[in-house]
């Protein structure tokens, strides 16, 4: 077994590990089905009014289909950022809420190395988003990812702001 010595980091010790396991890809596969599916993943923290959307919308049964998906999750400073008027005509609007949430939603588990190889995603809502990688930072859309991924059973989730625009928007 390997050995990784005694360190220390700032005021902090770490002890020795005697052994360290590196995961089979089996392990991995089951480890991530013990997660939570890609709506339950979206950070409350960062994304609540996006969660409340999906589920309002109807999406969120989508969501916990099999799957793999990539969800670009609006962060809640998009929404704070839209004038009051708009906003709550979107959320009147379940037909245009509905399209606003499957527009963020990618069939296809994308990690974020996978965004430098690709230069546009299809969505859920037959849009497409573009994709650039400049300097380690990922803009899907022309928004730029804030958080993530973050996994899920069936995907994984990344926090985005401000919305992002699909090509010919």
Do not use: C, W
């Amino acid at each position: 077994p390997e050995t990784i010595p005694a360190f220390r980091l700032g005021a902090i010790t770490f002890a020795p590990v005697s052994r360290v396991h590196r995961l089979s890809a089996h392990e991995v596969v089951s480890a991530r089905a013990m997660l939570d599916d890609v709506f339950e993943q979206v950070p409350e923290d960062f994304a609540s009014t996006f969660r409340r959307l999906v589920a309002e919308s109807g999406v969120s049964e989508t969501l916990r289909d099999e799957g793999p998906f990539t969800v670009f999750a609006l962060h809640d400073a998009t929404f704070q950022g839209m004038q009051v008027e708009a906003r709550e005509a979107l959320f009147r609007d379940p037909d245009r809420l509905r399209a606003l949430i499957r527009g963020l939603i990618v069939p296809g588990g994308y990690e974020k190395l996978a965004f430098s190889d690709v230069a546009s995603l299809s969505t859920l809502a037959g849009t497409t988003l573009s994709v650039r990688v400049e300097n380690a930072i990922v803009r899907i859309g022309g928004a730029r990812v804030l958080l993530g991924p973050v996994e899920a059973r069936n995907g994984v989730v990344y926090v985005v702001h401000p919305t992002p625009t699909a090509d010919g928007d």
